[in-house]
């Protein structure tokens, strides 16, 4: 927030929404915390709901690349093996432009979520060739 001083107490901007708030002098620590507090959830529940409009669950590997082109990150069975995050990434790589914004490299490992879709180790591991069962469900996307 941006804070600019009066006599009778400071206008505080925010700077996520461009609201204007007056607070008086009295309880100043306490309303400018409050006032903080509020930011921060609301960016926090902004970015949450983001997040959790673009991210998918699959464990078909056309889907998958699908919702690579529509900027989804994909949460999908992953065998844990360094060859398959290489191949995934080099097979989910575009050769074609489909969106002069979108970038058409392949698809990397971003993490293993601790809550996990499902039960991984009922599935095939998301790579198109192998055999192997998955160990978890892992995070992919691409890097913009």
């Known amino acids: 927030a941006v804070v600019s001083t009066q006599s009778t107490g400071v206008v505080a901007v925010r700077r996520d929404t461009g609201v204007k708030a007056t607070l008086a002098n009295e309880n100043l620590a306490e309303q400018l915390q409050t006032l903080l507090n509020n930011i921060h959830d609301d960016m926090y529940n902004k970015a949450l709901k983001e997040r959790d409009e673009n991210m998918a669950v699959t464990s078909d ?16 069975p992953y065998c844990g093996a360094i060859p398959c995050e290489d191949a995934i990434k080099k097979e989910s790589a575009r ?15 971003l993490c293993i979520p601790f809550d996990q879709p499902g039960d991984a180790t009922t599935e095939t591991c998301i790579r198109p060739g192998c055999s192997k069962r998955g160990t978890c469900y892992t995070l992919f996307g691409r890097s913009y």
């Open 95 to 109: 050769t074609e432009v489909v969106d002069d914004k979108a970038p058409a490299m392949g698809a990397k490992s």
């Open 61 to 76: 590997w056309e889907e998958f690349c699908n919702l690579l082109d529509q900027k989804k990150i994909i949460q999908a």
